[in-house]
């Protein structure tokens, strides 16, 4: 079982998100008030923190412009302990006491460098984020378990 190590919305896209420490999902929108909320396949995007966190050991080297942290490549969850790799499309996750995601997409297209590409200097996302609907709504916070059902 994992844990939800940074829930971050933003207001608009193309921005890193900003750090909350609780939302609301909504059952086929995704977060409440986030900027990509919505999109009928990318309602809510995960990321791990362990992979953050080797992109802030190599950040010298990539010449970031802004501190790498969570939600800085525009995730809205940041998951710790779960293995996001190890899922596929259609895996199902609980998030907090009731809300349910289901995956629905991983990785994603980059077709020309996004403006996180240009501060971080390299986007994880393509390569280490997924996606999910949101099943079941459900009111979660930093901390909550998340794990796969």
């Known amino acids: ?7 971050n919305i933003s207001k608009a896209k193309g921005v890193p998100k900003e750090p909350a420490q ?3 999902l909504v059952k086929h929108h995704g977060i409440k008030d986030d900027a990509h909320a919505g999109t009928p396949i990318r309602q809510v995007s995960l990321l791990d923190i362990e992979s953050i966190r080797l992109q802030i050991a190599d950040a010298k080297t990539k010449k970031a412009t802004v501190q790498i942290r969570p939600g800085i490549y525009a995730e809205n969850l940041t998951t710790e302990g779960l293995d996001l790799a190890a899922l596929k499309i259609g895996d199902k996750l609980r998030a907090g006491p009731t809300a349910v995601l289901q ?3 991983i990785g994603k297209e980059c077709h020309s460098h996004c403006a996180i590409y240009h501060q971080v200097g390299d986007c994880i996302m393509p390569r280490k984020g997924i996606f999910a609907e949101v099943l079941e709504d459900g009111p979660i916070e930093v901390g909550d378990p998340i794990e796969k059902v």
């Open 1 to 7: 079982m994992g844990k939800i190590h940074s829930i």
């Open 103 to 105: 995956i629905s997409k």
């Open 22 to 24: 609780k939302a609301l």
